[in-house]
């Protein structure tokens, strides 16, 4: 019973303190400006505890932009196991899912996916800032289930959006501007 | 009250950005999820002597933060200033082995850095110490807990509290923890548990910091309760306006911060020389 409860109270700051760690794999660099805007003042994200850290052993959620290439799979794969469990990754840009422009270039070893384990794709090119940090609080809910599974609405109550999910818009929500 | 601190300097930072900042709970979410992640093991580049720095640090601090005179007239154990003043030396001198013996470059810049500043600091810190202990002719701390006039004493705690932000890696002297251009510094090779312990040793140092400044300023009442309030209070105001000077300052690098450092000691110290041929105590 007892672990129980520290259990659960594990999840919640887990899921209420998600830590970053930047880094590009070979972007174009458009996805790491809108990161670092999201990260600006103007959408203050140290509301959902989100912080940005200098190093990989001191984050829980790796963002990782751009498709990997060739001379960044080492570092992709070192910073990865760097990052101490638990973790989560969050592929920002459409490069992290699928290349993108970039598919088929002789430099480009592929999504994302086939590297290391991806949790939350956040599409666009670039995506928005508002768009980043959805993804972000999403792997943030992940990191608050005691086993992986595929989030509910109420793990998704703390994580901004435009209300909508795979069902379609919410109810009672407004569209984002 | 340590993780209150660091809240009301993260929630204060946040006022001034214009945007409302963290909860209240935050420090202690941080905190519990360190604690709940994977450690890095025992292994060469980890050593156990990695390890022993941030456990130290809290140590150290929390012996520090029992010695301060909040309420002189208790007896108990009081210590004298210089008990006080080496223990708080010492959290510095961890944060600097600790990136020294990471074996991470990034980590020995890191050092590097905050050994030079620490060095140009603490003469700024230690000459106002013994301005404010010569004016009262006394080292003990519940002695100097009660305030007086003289313009030393005064001149000496504004020192030491221009010398905090450089102490607690605050803006405009937050230069060995430059994100942006080592990774996270001498802390770069830690994580989970003992990242914790770092940032606990963090809080305690503003608690400890700001406690020794107010403890040694605030006329006590006598009244226990009244006497902690206002101590509270006292200290909650010197983390606001530091916190409020970090917000709206950018780093200095480190040339710049040794050089500030240095012109800041001569200054209190040639006026430390004179007062003690003019105003003789």
Redesign the interface.
Known sequence: MKIEILEK??N???K??P?LFHMNSGSCNGCDIELVASIA??Y?V??L?I?????P??A?ILCITGPVTYGTLNAVKTVYAQV???KAVVAIGSCGASCNAFAGSPTVVGPLYRHIPVDVYVPGCPPRPDAIIEGIARAAAILGQTERKPLTDEDLQDAPGCGLNEHGPAKGDEPCA | MAWFFLYVE?KTI?KM???????L??P???F??LL?????GHSTTYSLMMKAWPALSVAVLLAALALLPVFPADGGFSGDLILLITLLELPSMFYILAGFTSRSI?GKVGSMREASLSLSSNLLFLVAVMMIAVSSHTFRLSELATPTASPARWLGLLAIILCIPAKLRLNPFSTS?A?QE????P??????GD?ALWELAHGLEWLVLSGLVVSLAFPRTGIKVADAFIFFVLCIFLVVSLATVAAATARFTIDRSVRIYWHWSVALTVFFLLSAFIFRG
């Open positions: 109270l594990l919640h700051c887990r209420k303190s830590w003042p103007r203050d140290e509301q505890g912080h940005l850290e200098g190093s052993r001191h829980d101490p469990h638990p | 993260r946040a950005q214009q945007r409302i900042g963290p909860p709970l935050q202690f979410y941080d519990v999820k709940g992640k994977e450690s890095r990034y923890s994100e080592i990774y996270a510094g802390l770069t090779e830690y994580g989970g990242l």
